[in-house]
T-cell receptor, first 111, second 115 residues
Framework: KNEVEQSPQNLTAQEGEFITINCSYS?????LHWLQQHPGGGIVSLFMLSSGKKKHGRLIATINIQEKHSSLHITASHPRDSAVYICAAMYSGGGADGLTFGKGTHLIIQP | DAGVTQSPTHLIKTRGQQVTLRCSPI?????VSWYQQVLGQGPQFIFQYYEKEERGRGNFPDRFSARQFPNYSSELNVNALLLGDSALYLC??????????????FGPGTRLTVT
């Protein structure tokens, strides 16, 4: 069964701390997505990656295909980074073409 | 350019009723996907449409149906509503579909409450 596991489920940190959120998945993905969801529901796509590393501002996403693992890092965290971060995999096998989502990591950055 | 739009924003229905949710993709995007997000959970895939054809279906009962129009907008229909259908329904559009993965752009969602 294609699954996506995220950890931690909840994370509270102080402003300025380096944040890491982890994601593991099953074999056969074509891409791994990192998404951000704010209260009220809106989802923003942060990264889509199939290999290596991507950086956008203070956010960095990495993926290790051999270990079936991806991480999202936030440097110099700020209270406005508080949100739910969701990892989602696009499996390239047969069946539905939609994304398979993790349960999300609820991040709170305290001033 | 306008992003993905969804209507209505909020909706309250009673058990047994039928509901239609609407989604307009980003201009130029030909694929629309629908997701259900129950409170406290990650979204679950319902349908993907590309070029007006169903490309994928998640593990949802036949009470759920959808279609895509020539202008690539889409409707999600749910019949015989159950209390468990209460959720945030998200629409996402992308340029294409298939084995390659395309970045998906999400709409603000429609929050459905079934009483």
């Amino acid at each position: 069964k294609n699954e996506v596991e995220q950890s931690p489920q909840n994370l509270t940190a102080q402003e300025g701390e380096f944040i890491t959120i982890n994601c593991s998945y099953s074999v056969g993905i074509s891409a791994l997505h990192w998404l951000q969801q704010h209260p009220g529901g809106g989802i923003v796509s942060l990264f889509m990656l199939s290999s290596g590393k991507k950086k956008h501002g203070r956010l960095i996403a990495t993926i290790n295909i051999q270990e079936k693992h991806s991480s999202l890092h936030i440097t110099a965290s700020h209270p406005r980074d508080s949100a739910v971060y969701i990892c989602a995999a696009m499996y390239s096998g047969g069946g539905a073409d939609g994304l398979t989502f993790g349960k999300g990591t609820h991040l709170i950055i305290q001033p | 350019d306008a992003g993905v739009t969804q209507s209505p924003t909020h909706l309250i229905k009673t058990r047994g009723q039928q509901v239609t949710l609407r989604c307009s993709p980003i201009s130029g995007h030909k694929s629309v996907s629908w997701y259900q997000q129950v409170l406290g959970q990650g979204p679950q895939f319902i349908f993907q449409y590309y070029e007006k054809e169903e490309r994928g279906r998640g593990n949802f009962p036949d009470r759920f149906s959808a279609r895509q129009f020539p202008n690539y907008s889409s409707e999600l229909n749910v019949n015989a509503l159950l209390l468990g259908d209460s959720a945030l329904y998200l629409c996402a559009s992308s340029l294409g579909a298939g084995k390659l993965s395309y970045e998906q752009y999400f709409g603000p969602g429609t929050r459905l409450t079934v009483t």
